[in-house]
């Protein structure tokens, strides 16, 4: 209480009864900037919607101008992950300029699928943070449960050049015998992919004729 009212619970931790989230629940990406005046949106959904853009700049919109050019760092409680927007959809332009991936919420997603989707420029993701190591499930519409998956997760990922760019990949467990892994790394960048124990899946569940774990590319 401030002066017996009710005070701005968005800045209090949700551990003393306010709103705020923890640091690993953000996003967290680095963006290449080339010209002045460059406008970057992140999507029309949030969990939490505060952002840090990187230039000293912390507000609740949606979009934020950068007025010159340069690498900055974005916190940010919007949902910029797991969607199949292209970046030319201005509502989405993160996506032309992300490079890095520096942190993965640790509960805004319960799916995999299209996480990175159209993300042309990104050398590096980081998953080492994120604590959420089984894909959780929700109920399919024939009735039995199945994962939400982890198709497109890399789609369109051309500046990933090696399994070494996604740091943290071996932890999370993919391993299940319903997953839908279709067309993970397609038009990824990425040579040496091999099937690891975390990705290998069993297929012989009524689940399979909903998905294959075959066609990752």
């Known amino acids: ?57 912390i507000n609740t919109l949606n979009s934020h101008v950068y007025e010159n050019p340069g690498t900055y760092t974005i916190k940010t409680g919007w949902n910029i992950f797991c969607n ?5 959809n201005t509502d989405y332009s993160i996506k032309q300029y992300a490079i890095t991936v520096e942190q993965v919420s640790d509960s805004k997603y319960t799916t995999f699928s299209s ?38 997760m890399f789609y369109q990922n051309r500046e990933l050049k090696s399994m070494s760019d996604i ?11 319903n997953i839908n892994c279709d067309y993970m790394f397609s038009v990824s960048g990425i040579t040496d992919f091999e099937f690891t124990d975390n990705l290998l899946a069993v297929s012989d569940t009524e689940a399979d004729k909903y998905q294959s774990s075959t066609a990752l590319f």
Request: charged share 25%.
């Open 84 to 88: 199949d927007i292209e970046p030319t």
């Open 1 to 57: 209480l401030i002066n017996g009212e009710i005070g701005d619970l968005s800045n209090i931790p949700q551990s003393w009864g306010g709103k705020m989230l923890e640091d690993k629940d953000y996003d967290i990406v680095t963006v290449l900037i080339s010209a002045k005046n460059t406008t970057v949106t992140l999507g029309l959904e949030y969990t939490f919607n505060k952002t840090d853009w990187g230039d000293g700049t």
């Open 115 to 152: 996480m990175f989707s159209w993300y042309w420029k990104l050398t590096k993701i980081d998953l080492s943070s994120y604590s959420n190591k089984l894909i959780k499930r929700y109920e399919y519409n024939s009735g039995f449960n199945r994962p939400s998956g982890c198709g497109s």
């Open 167 to 177: 740091i943290g990949f071996e932890n999370i467990d993919f391993k299940d015998n």
